[in-house]
């Protein structure tokens, strides 16, 4: 029981001393986390496709509502393929499938000159006898933003 009070005591000194220093509510303790940082997404295509599907639609939109009014540095997309057909044939695929999410961004209003569109094609992908890669078929969406000075 003694011990029970000793810590009920030393909670009251704890919040005692809180009530000093002059915070008047929450928000004077805590602030919101920004939502202009740095930020990663996919987009996942059908195989052998390049057009976006509903849900990647989606998930660029969200993710431009999200960065509004944030200052948009760089933004690279890489697109990427699975190791099914040619080399050559997946080189243009995954550079089709970068295109198509940057003009996508574009027109969710984010500015054209801050985007590095790349592909890399089937490179480092590895074809397993009939097995279908869904996890290759992807854009990659790296965002620099900071909020604005």
Aim: hydrophobic share 45%.
């Amino acid at each position: 029981m003694k011990r029970s009070i000793v810590l009920l005591g030393l909670a009251a000194v704890a919040v005692s001393g809180c009530a000093m220093t002059g915070f008047k509510n929450r928000s004077d303790l805590v602030a919101e986390p920004s939502a202009c940082t740095a930020k990663r997404f996919e987009v996942y295509f059908a195989d052998s496709e390049a057009r976006l599907t509903e849900s990647a639609r989606q998930a660029i939109g969200m993710t431009a509502a999200q960065l509004q009014g944030c200052e948009i540095r760089k933004v690279q997309v890489v697109g990427l393929s699975d190791a099914r057909g040619g080399a050559e044939a997946n080189q243009s695929l995954s550079e089709r499938r970068a295109v198509a999410v940057a003009e996508a961004l574009t027109a969710a209003g984010w500015p054209a000159p801050v985007f590095d569109v790349d592909a890399v094609g089937d490179t480092g992908a590895v074809a397993d006898s009939g097995v279908r890669e869904p996890m290759r078929r992807r854009t990659e969406v790296l965002i620099d933003a900071a909020p604005r000075s």
